[in-house]
C-alpha cells in the first residue's frame, strides 16, 4: 500500500500584507490586527442599505451619513459611499468620508485619522492611514478617500469584508486639536501702472527751526486719500549724527487699523534761497505702512551743515507726496 501523500496547505497572503501607497500619496494601505480606537460600524445587510439610501427623498441618492459619534469634544459621522462617491472618481469603489458635524464658528480642526474595512475571516482589518493631515472647519466640513476599496476586492469572498451580505466599517481619530481661523486679507492693488497713479501732497512749514528744542517734532496730521498721515523730523540730528532724520506715518485710525498700505512717497526739502535756479533736496521711498506702526524714511536725509538753501527767515518748508499702490486689508 502507497504511502498518502499530504497536500500541503498554503497560508493565505493577503494583498495588502505589505503597506501600499495610495496614487495621491495621502493615503498607506495596510492590514492590522487592532481594532480601531474611535468608532465602528457594523451594517447587518449592505443590499437592504443600498435600497434604503435609492429610495431617500434627497437629491443625492448615493451615500449614508452613519450614527454621529464624539470624539475630542466634538461631534463627527462616517459617510459611506456603498458604490463609489463618482463625483469624486470614485466609482465602482467604496468610498468613505470623516464629516465635522457643527463645525466651532471660526475655528480649525487639524486632524489625523484612518479608515477601516473589517475581514471577517481573518479577524483583522484593512487599515487606509492617512498620513497628511487634514483642516475641518465651516467651509470644509468632510475628508476622505474616493477609493477605499475597488468593489471587486470587496466583494470577493475570499477576502473576508463582504460576508453573508454583511460588512464592518470604522474609522479612528489619532488626534484632533483646535486652530483659530486665521484672519483673512485682501489686498485691494491699483489698476494702472505707478507712473500714471494720482499723488497726493502735503506741505509742512515749520517757522524758527533753529529755535527747536526738542529731540524729535511732529506735523499735524494730514488726511491723503481718505488715510491719516504724519511727519516726523529730527531738526537737530539722529542718533547724534550730524544729519536731520525725516519720516512718515501711517496713522491708526478706524479705517486703517491692523492694515497695510504699499506707497511710494517722495519727501522733499523745498529750496528757499534759490528758487528760480536751485533744486529742492529729495528722497524716494517705496515701502510697506503698517497703521499704527513704525515710520519710514530716513536717518539721514539732509545734513545739518547743507540747510543754509533751505532755510528763508528760519523756516523749512518739508513737502511729501504719496501714490498709494496696494492697500492689504485684515
Same mark, same amino acid.
Given at each position: ?72 469634544? +466634538? ?5 459611506? +459611499? ?117 499723488? +497726493? ?130
Amino acid at each position: 500500500m502507497g504511502a498518502t501523500v499530504k497536500e500541503e496547505v498554503k497560508p493565505y497572503i493577503s494583498k495588502w500584507s505589505k503597506a501600499t501607497m495610495d496614487q495621491s500619496g495621502e493615503y498607506l494601505r495596510i492590514m492590522r490586527e487592532r481594532i480601531p480606537a474611535t468608532y465602528m460600524v457594523k451594517i447587518e445587510s449592505l443590499a437592504s442599505l443600498k435600497e434604503a439610501i435609492a429610495a431617500t427623498n434627497c437629491n443625492e441618492k448615493d451615500h449614508v451619513e452613519l450614527n454621529h459619534f464624539k470624539s475630542g469634544n +466634538y461631534k463627527w459621522a462616517l459617510c459611506l +459611499y456603498p458604490e463609489g462617491n463618482k463625483k469624486d472618481d470614485g466609482k465602482d469603489h467604496i468610498s468613505l468620508y470623516l464629516k465635522l458635524v457643527k463645525p466651532p464658528g471660526n475655528k480649525v480642526i487639524a486632524t489625523m485619522f484612518n479608515f477601516f474595512i473589517y475581514d471577517q475571516l481573518r479577524d483583522n482589518y484593512l487599515m487606509i492611514q492617512g498620513l497628511k493631515e487634514k483642516r475641518f472647519h465651516a467651509a470644509k466640513t468632510e475628508w476622505g478617500v474616493s477609493r477605499v476599496i475597488s468593489l471587486d476586492d470587496f466583494e470577493d469572498a475570499s477576502n473576508g469584508f463582504l460576508k453573508d451580505d454583511s460588512c464592518v466599517f470604522g474609522v479612528e481619530i489619532v488626534y484632533a486639536y483646535v486652530n483659530v481661523q486665521p484672519q483673512v486679507a485682501v489686498v485691494h492693488t491699483t489698476t494702472t501702472s505707478t507712473t500714471h497713479l494720482k499723488s +497726493y501732497s502735503f506741505k509742512w512749514e515749520i517757522p524758527k527751526f533753529s529755535k527747536l528744542k526738542l529731540p524729535s517734532q511732529y506735523s499735524p496730521e494730514f488726511n491723503i486719500n481718505g488715510r491719516s498721515w504724519k511727519l516726523k523730523i529730527y531738526p537737530n540730528g539722529e542718533l547724534s549724527s550730524r544729519s536731520i532724520g525725516l519720516y512718515l506715518y501711517l496713522n491708526s485710525t478706524s479705517s486703517t487699523k491692523g492694515n497695510k498700505l504699499l506707497v511710494e512717497a517722495e519727501l522733499r526739502m523745498k529750496n528757499q534761497a534759490k528758487l528760480s535756479q536751485g533744486k529742492d533736496h529729495k528722497h524716494t521711498l517705496g515701502q510697506w505702512f503698517v497703521a499704527g506702526g513704525s515710520g519710514r524714511g530716513y536717518t539721514n536725509f539732509i545734513g545739518l551743515d547743507n540747510l543754509e538753501d533751505f532755510k528763508w527767515k528760519d523756516k523749512i518748508i518739508i513737502e511729501v507726496n504719496v501714490k498709494e499702490i496696494a492697500f492689504v486689508q485684515m
